[in-house]
């Protein structure tokens, strides 16, 4: 018999953290749809981005109450910093795009904004089912072909700006936010790759 119960709240911390992350991204990929609201959305997601930080200490405050843990300290401390980075990488996209007064719309920024989207809701499953190792293992499948869906996107967006005479200046911003929303897409995949590994240790 477990005389001492372990704490369970940190998955529900985790379906908190992963909840930001899809509200996050979601908030920028109206932001690329809808640029004359940018200051509006780059708020929203700041918002969303202290809620997510304020989640992960409270990962972290926990971990070092804890004296049994459902798994092990150092995955629960890498999924959260994981989760947390996504949602980090949101919020910098967002400022850069206020920072560069981004005001018009440029369809693979919404598709790798939407690609983003459609991550960040596999991570979220994936969190949510993290000790059914099969599931896990089936949206990692799911999120390499996104993942290679945004590189697609992202290596012809890249080839198009450098096409004819570009203003230089266009050229640096949209590169930069391209560069931004392709490497969220990638953490995505990191994150993924954590949950594999926690799901088929604590299968």
């Not at 200051?39 to 804890?66: C, N, P, W, Y």
């Not at 980075?85 to 719309?105: K, P, Q, S, Y």
């Not at 799911?142 to 996107?153: F, R, S, W």
Request: hydrophobic share 40%.
């Amino acid at each position: 018999m477990r005389l001492i119960p372990k704490d369970e709240g940190f998955f529900d911390l985790f379906d908190g953290l992963a909840d930001r992350m899809v509200k996050s991204s979601t908030v920028l990929s109206e932001l690329f749809n809808e640029p004359t609201r940018l200051d509006f959305f780059v708020g929203k997601i700041k918002e969303l981005e202290h809620e997510a930080d304020e989640l992960t200490h409270e990962i972290m405050l926990r971990l070092d109450r804890s004296f049994v843990t459902p798994l092990d300290r150092e995955d629960i401390h890498s999924l959260a910093t994981h989760l947390d980075n996504v949602v980090d990488l949101i919020d910098g996209t967002a400022r850069r795009a206020a920072m560069f007064h981004v005001t018009d719309r440029r369809e693979p920024a919404k598709q790798l904004a939407g690609v983003l989207v459609k991550a960040s809701e596999s991570i979220k499953e994936a969190v949510h089912k993290v000790r059914q190792p099969t599931e896990v293992a089936r949206i990692g499948r799911l999120l390499k072909q996104l993942e290679e869906e945004g590189d697609a996107i992202y290596t012809s967006a890249v080839g198009d700006l450098f096409k004819g005479s570009p203003d230089p200046l266009e050229v640096i911003k949209w590169k930069e936010l391209y560069d931004n929303l392709e490497h969220a897409i990638d953490v995505c995949d990191d994150v993924l790759n954590v949950l594999e590994s926690v799901s088929i240790k604590n299968s």
